[in-house]
């Protein structure tokens, strides 16, 4: 291939990089400085090419990797990951570039953006801070009934029903705590479904009634709405119980903050699909948190819903499930007067 030929197409290659990339002579004189690059050192191309290494890269890390590559006889690939301006943090790769006999010719840095990385880690750190306060809660409670039945108090009758009553809702939000995380932190990994025939009435008034005890603790009311003749249904349903205790649970947490309120599950057939809703008159969501309500490790701004915890995987989790069951799931909210979540699955 004619060198001008081959020059421009290294050209257009590099250029096209969504990646910085930066290029050395053996003497440290920038020779390749690409857009991306530019960016990430907030400098124009232009403005880099044609000066020393060491006065274009602000980065004192990446400029001793790119000397150390062409001043050692041997030189070993770099790669770390190196703090850029406005702290972003970038995977550097630098290595050496030799021709076949040896000859130093220079050195080159392709850069890869660590954001993405730094959003998993900032979300996995909010799981493990939002772990430990609902964990702590319900275990200190539990602890503390069964320290004071221990105590004798398991002799008088009220007391002991009102104390085994207490550790049974503590034990239950334990349980949706694990059903929320459990195999929903792998983003992206999709669900085996092990399909059986299912009544889904039957389904959602099991779900119902697992939360109709806290409901009633917060003055709560939760009712049922379905037809006598609702078509069976194929669903996993392990996987789709998980996925309705995500939407009650998300819809009692949001009315209950309000100290009162219904929440209502409606069933319905409309062509050849069951359509569920899950409606509440609680807080509502915020129209600027409501088009990222189904993203995992998202949280609300607004305080109250900072207060009630969660993982920020719940929604996500149930939506995932019902994408994979051929459904779909959709949502209306305004502030201050509820939230309406609509599933809609097939039919065989």
Not at 126 to 148: N, W
Not at 192 to 217: Q, W, Y
Not at 284 to 292: T, V
Request: hydrophobic share 45%; aromatic share 4%; with cysteine.
């Amino acid at each position: 291939m004619p060198p001008r030929i081959e020059g421009q197409l290294s050209d257009a290659l590099i250029k096209g990089l969504s990646d910085p990339a930066i290029g050395i002579d053996r003497v440290g004189m920038v020779r390749v400085f690409n857009d991306e690059a530019g960016v990430a050192l907030g400098i124009k191309p232009e403005d880099a090419i044609g000066r020393k290494v060491w006065e274009v890269v602000t980065v004192s890390e990446l400029s001793r990797a790119f000397m150390a590559q062409i001043k050692d006889s041997n030189p070993v690939t770099a790669e770390q990951v190196m703090v850029f301006p406005n702290n972003r943090l970038f995977a550097v790769k630098v290595q050496a570039v030799r021709t076949e006999k040896g000859r130093n010719l220079g050195a080159v840095a392709v850069l890869r953006d660590m954001a993405g990385v730094q959003k998993i880690e900032r979300g996995i750190d909010q799981i493990i801070t939002d772990l430990s306060r609902s964990i702590s809660a319900p275990l200190t409670a539990i602890k503390g009934c069964v320290e004071t039945l221990l105590e004798g108090a398991y002799n008088d009758r009220a007391v002991t029903h009102r104390f085994l009553q207490m550790i049974n809702d503590e034990a239950n939000r334990l349980v949706r705590l694990v059903m929320t995380l459990d195999r929903s932190v792998s983003e992206g990994a999709p669900h085996v479904l092990a399909k059986s025939k299912c009544r889904l009435e039957e389904l959602v008034c099991g779900v119902a009634d697992m939360f109709s005890k806290i409901a009633e603790n917060h003055h709560v009311s939760i009712k049922l709405d379905y037809p006598d003749s609702l078509p069976w249904v194929e669903v996993d349903t392990a996987l789709l119980n998980k996925a309705l205790v995500n939407l009650v649970d998300n819809a009692v947490r949001y009315t209950g903050i309000n100290d009162k309120g219904t929440i209502k599950i409606s069933l319905s057939q409309r062509e050849r699909t069951v359509v569920i809703v899950v409606a509440d008159d609680g807080i509502g969501i915020a129209p600027a948190d409501l088009q990222h309500i189904f993203e995992r490790f998202y949280r609300g701004n607004d305080e109250k819903v900072a207060n009630l915890g969660g993982t920020g995987l719940g929604l996500p989790v149930a939506a995932d499930i019902i994408k994979a069951h051929g459904g779909s799931i959709e949502v209306t909210s305004e502030l201050g007067v509820g939230s309406v979540f609509t599933v809609v699955l097939p039919i065989r």
